[in-house]
């Protein structure tokens, strides 16, 4: 599903990525742990087509993401830390309105809509949230469209005990029909459920195991 071959990626005179090579399957789920800093987003956005590398070849589904990133978007989705809020706009009218594009029915995600307890706060407006309720619409917001591909960055960062034993359970249930790629430098259980796990640091994969 997810093939690298030498793919490095550069930001000017630093050097985020360095010859990543690595072929993954699914259905699973693949743990990427490594320190902050150590390269993983920018694994992942290369991953998902935000990024183009500056070396190397890789392939999601077949294709290159960053040139058919259209072709993949019903296919993946993702989270990021750095996902982008409408402020002005409550969390349930957004989630509503990706989920009338998507052709998708928001109640389809009740179960992880009442277990990151979401329910109290959505009305409100997102300018509202803390940080944490920020967090979990946007990992909400990954799971909309029933995608082939997950793609979640940090996902436990910023969230409370309760939302985090959930969210690890949750993503133990969907392993065996979808692949999950899960990157965090907090293990919280990760390992003990991940079917892959893969350790960065300074942009280079030290370990696969």
């Not at 990543?20 to 743990?31: K, N």
């Amino acid at each position: 599903m997810i093939k690298l071959e030498n793919v490095s990626k550069k930001f000017g005179y630093t050097v985020a990525l360095k010859n990543v090579s690595i072929e993954i399957d699914g259905p699973g789920l693949v743990y990427i742990r490594g320190p902050n800093g150590s390269g993983k987003t920018t694994l992942l956005k290369i991953i998902s087509g935000i990024l183009r590398p500056s070396s190397g070849m890789i392939s999601v589904f077949g294709y290159d993401p960053y040139r058919n990133i259209n072709v993949l978007s019903n296919r993946m989705s993702y989270q990021y830390e750095d996902d982008p809020l409408p402020w002005w706009e409550s969390g349930h009218n957004f989630l509503e309105f990706i989920c009338t594009y998507k052709g998708f029915e928001l109640g389809e995600l009740y179960e992880l809509i009442d277990g990151l307890g979401v329910g109290e706060y959505w009305h409100k407006r997102i300018s509202t949230y803390s940080s944490g309720m920020r967090r979990k619409i946007q990992i909400i917001k990954a799971f909309i469209g029933s995608p082939e591909l997950i793609i979640l960055d940090e996902p436990l960062t910023l969230l409370d005990r309760n939302s985090k034993n959930f969210l690890t359970k949750y993503l133990e249930g969907l392993k065996h029909d979808k692949l999950l790629l899960v990157s965090s430098h907090i293990d919280e259980g990760l390992s003990g459920i991940a079917d892959l796990r893969i350790d960065i640091e300074s942009g280079e994969i030290i370990n696969v195991r």
